[in-house]
């Protein structure tokens, strides 16, 4: 599996962006798609999630109710729409696929990352 993660830039605070990660070589096994994120100084930590099927999402509280993770599954890419940004938010956002179904939020349950995409929001 090989993952590609795009739509990374530079916003200002309350701005939006749209991360889409687009992944080759899928196979059925594959349970879920994830966004993580890592910020300087910081250990990578959960953003959202959604399964293969799309019919279940997971989301950090940290962005509950200003991010809305999305999944085409006809391109193989799932999308990660950000609004209301916050200087806080950012980080390098990385996604990953899990072929393990006992954790959406645990980087552990992640056996491939994608290269990771820079998003910056001034104040």
């Known amino acids: 599996v090989q993952l590609q993660a795009s739509g990374g830039g530079l916003v200002q605070a309350g701005g939006s962006l749209t991360l889409s990660c687009t992944a080759s070589?899928?196979?059925?096994?594959?349970?879920?798609m994830g966004w993580f994120r890592r910020a300087p100084g910081k250990e990578r930590e959960f953003v959202s999630a959604i399964s293969w099927s799309g019919s279940s999402t997971a989301y950090a509280d940290s962005v509950k109710g200003r991010t809305t993770i999305s999944r085409d599954n006809a391109k193989s890419t799932v999308y990660l729409q950000m609004n209301s940004l916050k200087p806080e938010d950012t980080a390098v956002y990385y996604c990953?696929?899990?072929?393990?179904?006992?954790?959406?939020?645990?980087?552990?349950?992640?056996?491939?990352w994608g290269q990771g995409t820079q998003v910056t929001v001034s104040s």
């Open positions: 070589n899928v196979d059925f096994t594959i349970n879920h």
């Open positions: 990953g696929a899990s072929r393990e179904a006992w954790s959406f939020t645990s980087r552990y349950a992640y056996g491939y």
